[in-house]
Each structure stands twice: as C-alpha cells, then as structure tokens.
C-alpha cells in the first residue's frame, strides 16, 4: 500500500517498510541469544498465562529473581528491575523455560515444591529472613503471620512479616500464599485476595 | 533508566529502515544485530537525557563502515554483480528497484538520506556522525535525493495514492 502522505522524500523512500514485525521478531531472538552468550543479558524475562493471570518471570544470570502479577503492572515491575537490577533487561524466554514448566505442573496439581536456583537480590534484610522460613511450611497447610514472626526469631514483628510476605519478590515459589491471619481468614496477597484464594483451594484439592 | 528491551520496541524498527537503506537486504540484519549488541554493553553508562536514537545511528553507522569496508576487501568488481531481482518478487518491494538506485550512490550521500529523511536526525547530528559540517551533510542529503529521482522514478500509484 502506498500513501500520499508525508514529504516526497518519504514517499520516494515509502517502499522501505516502517515496520517489518516480522523481520524484527527474527532480530530480537537473534539479540536475546547472542546477549546471553556474550554475558550481556543481566535479566532475561518472559510471561506465561495462568489461572491466577498472566505472571512476569524475570531471571538474572544466577537464578529466578522476580515473579510478579499482573496487577502489579508488569511494566512498573520492570522498571523497578531496570532500577535496582540492571538495566541490561531483554525479553528472552529461553532461561525462563523450567520455571515456566515447573508454574505450569503446579497449577496442574502435579508439583508441590519449586527446585528452581533462586536470586533473592531483590529481598534485604529482615524480609529476607522471613521468605527463608517460608518453603519449610508445606504444600497444602497453612501458618499465621505469628507463627512465621516467632520462627524467624522476632515473635513481636508479626506487622514485618506481613510487609515481607507482600513485598515477596518470588510469590508463587516461595510461598508467602500459605502464611495467613490467626483467625482463618487469608489476610492480604499482592496478587489479589481472590488469587490468594485460588491457590489454597488448589492445594487443599490435591 | 529504561529497560533495554523498551529501547530495542521504540528504536528496532527505525535502526532496520536506517541499515536496510545503507547496506542493503544482504548485510542489514547483521549490522542490526552488532549495533543493538554493542548499544546493550555501552547501555549503562548512558548519560541520562541522551538522544538515543542519535546514539544508536552512531554505533549502527560505526558497524556500517566496518561492514562495507569488509565488503570492499572481498569485493568483486561491481560490473560483474548480476542485477539484483526483487526478494519478494513485487516491483514495488524496496530490496529491488529501491535499493538498486540507494547503492549507486555514494556511501556519505546514501548515509546523509537514510539519516535525515528515515531517522529524521537533524544535520548538526548527522555532521557530528559522519565528518564534516552540517552544511555538507544537507549538501550530500539534497544531492543523494535529486539522484534518487533520477534514478528511482516514483511510479504513478505513488503520485495518486491508489491501493494496491
């Protein structure tokens, strides 16, 4: 097609596409290989759609360092990345393959535990001390905000625990999803209550 | 600072016009590829509020000339390259009849056009790319167009507009 609009140098240039999607889907997975061979790729990401929503899933060179929701706004959550990562960050789903599979077999009902390396860079401090004690809760069963603040050996910061659960960089595979209030009820999820919901129901069905 | 991978959405397409219109359909994705490598490895240290696509023609046309240049050192003499017929087999396809009349000109008049008229850089910008001074990079621009016009007559659908 061909349009009058525009100077004439760019009608007389018009035939050269402006956008040639598929010739720049090739480029971009040729980038994100050769990227990752030369050491240039510091966080490699992709998403994969699941019953909770489509889930961000970003890896550094030394593991899994970000699952997100997508109320999180994936697009916020990779300029936060960009920010206090690296901003070496392309879309390249070839390191992302085994947490995809694994994600995919948990919603199955056929994983119960992630065997996936692990970057927690982006959890300091405290919050770090709280997600270690959280894949020790098992599949399926449940703990109050108390129990996990007295196992990480501060029994009065229940209110930690809870920013640290919310601010989990790995929800999902670390599972701050089984860390629920005293009286029953779920308590908060950053992806949502009704997310929060949907995987407690799972677990209790397998 | 940006993820690279928005930089690679906003500026791929524009940096594949720019190569495509330099070097040709043979060596364009190649030269695409070494330019966003090389802009991901120097990405970092990007001084906040840089021009980024200046910055990208810049290291695209630094891989341009390194690419001709290797061109030239294997080349054959250019009477003995048979006529390049259309990849796409449509007249109007830009790897025929375009680029046959944007590889007759010489390199700084069809760097000064795919600059200026595809990247929509400014001379002063183009000058700082490839030597020499504003003036002469409009001069190169002007001349590489009228040549164009010569050589790649705009055919009568681009004059009315018609679909085709």
Redesign the interface.
């Known amino acids: 097609?061909?349009?009058?609009s525009g100077?004439p140098?760019?009608?007389?240039?018009?035939?050269?596409?402006?956008?040639?999607p598929a010739?720049?889907d090739?480029?971009?997975a040729?980038?994100a290989e050769?990227?990752e061979r030369?050491g240039?790729l510091d966080?490699a990401?992709r998403t994969v759609d699941t019953p909770v929503g489509s889930l961000l899933l970003a890896a550094t060179e030394r593991g899994l360092v970000r699952v997100a929701f997508a109320v999180q706004d994936h697009e916020a959550v990779?300029?936060d990345?960009?920010?206090r990562v690296?901003?070496?960050?392309?879309?390249a789903p070839a390191r992302l393959d085994a947490a995809g599979r694994q994600l995919d077999e948990y919603f199955a009902g056929r994983r119960t535990r992630f065997d996936l390396p692990l970057d927690l860079a982006l959890a300091k401090g405290f919050r770090r001390e709280v997600l270690a004690q959280l894949p020790r809760i098992a599949y399926g069963s449940t703990e109050s905000y108390a129990r996990v603040a007295a196992a990480a050996g501060s029994p009065r910061a229940v209110r930690a625990v809870g920013t640290a659960c919310a601010t989990n960089p790995l929800p999902l595979v670390i599972p701050c999803h089984r860390v629920v209030r005293s009286d029953g009820s779920a308590g908060g999820y950053a992806g949502g209550a009704a997310a929060k919901h949907h995987l407690l129901a799972l677990e209790a069905a397998a | 600072m940006e993820p690279f991978e928005r930089i690679v959405t906003d500026h791929g397409p524009v940096v594949l016009r720019v190569c495509r219109a330099v070097l040709g359909p043979d060596d364009a994705e190649d030269a695409w590829a070494e330019t966003f490598l090389a802009a991901m490895r120097a990405y970092p240290d990007l001084p906040p509020g840089a021009n980024v696509q200046a910055w990208l023609v810049t290291i695209a046309h630094r891989k341009a000339i390194d690419m001709l240049r290797a061109n030239r050192r294997r080349a054959l003499p250019v009477g003995d390259v048979p006529e390049r017929p259309a990849e796409t087999g449509r007249p109007d396809a830009w790897d025929g009849d375009l680029w046959n009349a944007l590889r007759a000109l010489p390199e700084r008049q069809r760097a000064a056009v795919a600059y200026h008229y595809l990247a929509g850089l400014p001379y002063r910008e183009i000058a700082a790319i490839t030597g020499g001074t504003p003036d002469a990079a409009r001069r190169a621009a002007a001349d590489g167009i009228r040549k164009l016009r010569g050589t790649y007559p705009a055919r009568p659908a681009d004059q009315t507009g018609a679909d085709r």
């Open positions: 097609m061909t349009t009058t100077t140098e760019e009608r007389l240039l018009a035939s050269l596409p402006a956008h040639d010739a720049l090739r480029l971009r040729r980038l050769r990227a030369s240039l966080v990401y990779l300029a990345l960009a920010e690296s901003p070496r960050i392309l879309a």
